[in-house]
T-cell receptor
């Protein structure tokens, strides 16, 4: 099925550990995005990639790095996880500027 | 990016129309209004979007005022499955969606 696939769905990390969240889309979309959502709050943009080979910071980029590996894949890396990064992470993609976004089902990350 | 203002919560009786308002008084002429919803921590789901004209699809209708400073999302016959957080977003020319707190819609039987 066409859409956005995120892996893993759940993850528990210890403080200081690193990990990479994976995201892939099969809709040939140019733009991809990473958001985080804390309990009871709206989504906040971490990083985005307007096209293959480009990445830009969003509202809350500190503590994260991203890689747009190719047109399909956009990964989010936590180099040294902190409890404040406990959140649900959503990846999204979109076509041209008039299209809506398609979101993945999320990665639920807990840092202890 | 234009900011939006939505009521924090609304209730609606099952089978009745749900009318969700949104103010976006600083919207620019080329910025679209988008509506998304999020059901129980799933990924947000696209509902509808518009620029100037009213729009309708199989899920909802979007009414945009002539001055474009506000809009209303209409779910014509709300069901219990429409209980969700609804986000009104103005999409910038940089192609980013900036989410606010949204409106919690509770559909009650």
């Amino acid at each position: 099925n066409a859409g956005v696939t995120q892996t893993p769905k759940f993850q528990v990390l210890k403080t200081g550990q690193s990990m990479t969240l994976q995201c892939a889309q099969d809709m040939n979309h140019n733009s991809m995005y990473w958001y985080r959502q804390d309990p009871g709050m709206g989504l906040r943009l971490i990083y985005y990639s307007a096209s293959e080979g480009t990445t830009d910071k969003g509202e809350v980029p500190n503590g994260y790095n991203v890689s747009r590996l190719n047109k399909r894949e956009f990964s989010l890396r936590l180099e040294s996880a902190a409890p404040s990064q406990t959140s649900v992470y959503f990846c999204a993609s979109s076509g041209d500027s008039t299209y809506g976004y398609t979101f993945g089902s999320g990665t639920r990350l807990t840092v202890v | 990016d234009a900011k939006t203002t939505q009521p924090p919560s609304m209730d609606c009786a099952e089978g009745r129309a749900a009318n969700l308002p949104c103010n976006h008084s600083t919207i620019s002429g080329n910025e679209y209004v988008y509506w998304y919803r999020q059901i129980h921590s799933q990924g947000p789901q696209y509902i509808i979007h518009g620029l100037k004209n009213n729009e309708t699809n199989e899920m909802a209708s979007l009414i945009i005022t002539e001055d474009r400073k506000s809009s209303t999302l209409i779910l014509p016959h709300a069901t219990l499955r429409d209980t969700a957080v609804y986000y009104c977003i103005v999409r910038s020319s940089e192609n980013k969606l900036v989410f606010g707190a949204g409106t919690i819609l509770r559909v009650k039987s």
